[in-house]
């Protein structure tokens, strides 16, 4: 266990509906980070926040968002679903924003988009 | 761009043989590197990473890594892989400072047959 829990574990819905993906970082870290992992591009970083502001911005569309609140958990907001937003969706969390740090994941959300 | 290239995408291993697991970059400043791993079922986890100093990293569960800036690479070895070894290994690649993208490779899949 890893300490960083993700909610839900499975979701399922239509194309062009919103969904909301959150994140609960490991106690003490104030770095949270998102990523989406589809089969064919692999892991790709999304986004990160530390302590409540966007630090770095990866691949992450217009149609997604993400925010982290002042106890720190984080939402990834999905909208406007298309096919290929399947795909299992990471949160990490590190203690700071040195690229060393090692970042700590949850176990996913995957979304899939009928 | 940054990429980070994994040659082997599945590797397939008796017990108690070597391996080696290739990992090239293609950013030319200072990177720091890192291999993670998941077991079947389970979050990614940190195997082992290198940020500075001496280039031969060793990590957890018996895994080594070596650091060769003029050919830009992070190879990952073990000498004795076991069954419990079988699982998905990324390499991934940051460069130095704060609040920077981790670039990732593809990975790699690794079955070790008892």
């Known amino acids: 266990d890893s300490g960083v829990t993700q909610t839900p574990k499975h979701l399922i819905t239509a194309t062009g509906q919103r969904v909301t993906l959150r994140c609960s970082p490991r106690?003490?870290?104030?770095?949270v980070y998102w990523y989406q992992q589809s089969l064919d591009q692999g892991l790709q970083f999304l986004i990160q926040y530390y302590n409540g502001e966007e630090r770095a911005k990866g691949n992450i569309l217009e149609r997604f968002s993400a925010q982290q609140f002042p106890d720190l958990h984080s939402e990834l907001n999905l909208s406007s679903l298309e096919l290929g937003d399947s795909a299992l969706y990471f949160c990490a969390s590190s203690v700071g924003t040195a690229a060393h740090n090692e970042q700590f994941f949850g176990p996913g959300t995957r979304l899939t988009v009928l | 761009a940054q990429s980070v290239s994994q040659h082997n995408h599945h590797v397939i291993l008796s017990e108690a043989a070597s391996l080696e697991l290739g990992c090239n970059y293609s950013y030319g400043g200072t990177v720091n590197l890192f291999w993670y791993v998941q077991y079947p079922g389970q979050h990614l986890q940190l195997l082992l990473k290198?940020?500075?100093?001496d280039p031969l990293v060793k990590g957890i569960k018996g895994f080594e890594a070596e650091f060769i800036k003029s050919k830009f690479s992070f190879n990952l070895r073990k000498p004795s892989v076991q069954w419990s070894d079988t699982a998905e290994y990324f390499c991934a690649v940051v460069k130095a400072g704060n609040n920077r993208k981790l670039i990732w490779g593809l990975g790699t899949s690794l079955a070790v047959n008892p």
């Open positions: 106690s003490g870290d104030l770095s």
């Open positions: 290198y940020f500075s100093g």
